[in-house]
C-alpha cells in the first residue's frame, strides 16, 4: 500500500514516526522523501512525544527544510505518531446527523460522550486493519484528532487552542456487536487489538483556521461513505479541551479523537461491515490521507 503523500499543500509540515529496517525514527515526510529527524536531535528528544513537550514541532520542521532525504517513502512503514501516549480520549456522537442515526427519539447530548482507548488498539498508515476472530462487524469511523502539547486542568475555552500541538487523522475502528456486550460501557468493542488506524502524520497546529472548517470524508474502496465539515461539530474543539480537562489532566502527547460524521457501516440496511480486502480511506483538507487494508486475525 502506497505510503506517499497526497497532493494538498504541505503548509506547516508532516512529522511522522516510522520504522525503517526494524529501527523506529521520527522525521519529516516531504514529496522528495523521509528527512530522518531523529539521527539528528534524539540526544534532545527521542520520540515526536518529547518534541511536543518541549514545543518543538515547528522547529523541526524549520530544521528539515533544505535538507536532502535520507529514506525513499516507499521504504517507511508509519506507526502511530505519538507512541505511548498516557491518554487516547474519544468523543462519540459528534455530528449533528450521528444523534439522529441512533433513532432512539432522544435530543443531542447537553455534554460530550467520551470513552477511552488504548494504544494497542491502533496501528499506523498503510498497515491492515485486523478483523478479529469473534466477531465479522468490524466498522470504520473516519475522524479529526487532536494532539495536546501543553499540560492543563480546568482549561478555558478562550484558551483551549494553545494547548494544542498537531492534529492528524483516525479510523476509530469499532467492533460492533462487542459494544454491546455488557449493559453500560463501549470499552470492550473500542479496543481489539489493531482495530483502529492514526496518522499519517502529525501537522503542527498553528491557527485555528486548520481545523475550524475543514472537510472530513472517510471512503471505503474508493465509495465516499461519511463526508462533513468540522464547523458542524456538536461540541467543538475549544470545548472538548475544556470540558475533558475538567476531570483529568491534559498533558503532552494525550490524544482526543473528535468524534465522526454519520455514514458507517452499522447505520446501512443492511450493515456494510468491512471484510479483508478493503481499503479504507479517512481525508481532511490540510492534514492528509490515512489509508489501511483490512485482514483477519492471524493473516499474514
Not at 484558551?159 to 459494544?179: F, K, N, S
Not at 472530513?216 to 470540558?243: C, H, K, P, W
Not at 503532552?252 to 440496511?269: S, V
Request: proline share 7%; with cysteine.
Amino acid at each position: 500500500m502506497s505510503a506517499s503523500p497526497t497532493s494538498q499543500p504541505d503548509r506547516h509540515g508532516r512529522l511522522a514516526t516510522v520504522t525503517v529496517e526494524g529501527r523506529r525514527r521520527y522525521g519529516l515526510v516531504a514529496e522528495r522523501g523521509f528527512v530522518d529527524l531523529s539521527t539528528r536531535f534524539g540526544s534532545a528528544w527521542p520520540s515526536l512525544r518529547e518534541a511536543i513537550e518541549a514545543g518543538a514541532l515547528r522547529r523541526l520542521v524549520e530544521e528539515a527544510q533544505g535538507l536532502p532525504a535520507d529514506v525513499p517513502l516507499e521504504a517507511l512503514r508509519f506507526e502511530i505518531p505519538v507512541s505511548a501516549p498516557e491518554k487516547i480520549i474519544c468523543v462519540g456522537v459528534n455530528y449533528p446527523d450521528r444523534n439522529e442515526e441512533y433513532r432512539d427519539g432522544q435530543a443531542a447530548p447537553a455534554n460530550p460522550s467520551l470513552f477511552v482507548r488504548f494504544a494497542r488498539s491502533f496501528i499506523g498508515h498503510g498497515t491492515p486493519l485486523t478483523r478479529p476472530r469473534v466477531s465479522h462487524q468490524l466498522d470504520y469511523e473516519g475522524e479529526v484528532v487532536l494532539v495536546i502539547g501543553k499540560a492543563g486542568r480546568h482549561i478555558a475555552e478562550r484558551d483551549a487552542l494553545d494547548h494544542i500541538a498537531a492534529v492528524t487523522l483516525a479510523d476509530e475502528g469499532t467492533v460492533r456487536d462487542w459494544v454491546r456486550h455488557a449493559k453500560f460501557n463501549v470499552t470492550q468493542g473500542k479496543n481489539f487489538d489493531g482495530t483502529g488506524a492514526i496518522g499519517p502524520w502529525l501537522v503542527p497546529f498553528v491557527e485555528e483556521g486548520q481545523i475550524a472548517d475543514i472537510r472530513l470524508t472517510t471512503r471505503v474502496n474508493g465509495e465516499t461513505r461519511q463526508d462533513d465539515r468540522t464547523s458542524r461539530m456538536t461540541f467543538g474543539f475549544r470545548r472538548l479541551i475544556a470540558y475533558i480537562s475538567t476531570f483529568t489532566t491534559l498533558v503532552p502527547g494525550d490524544i482526543i479523537l473528535t468524534g465522526t460524521p454519520t455514514g458507517a457501516g452499522a447505520r446501512f440496511e443492511p450493515p456494510r461491515w468491512l471484510v479483508p480486502g478493503d481499503v479504507v480511506e479517512v481525508e481532511a483538507e490540510g492534514i492528509g490521507r490515512l489509508t489501511n487494508g483490512v485482514i483477519d486475525e492471524g493473516a499474514p
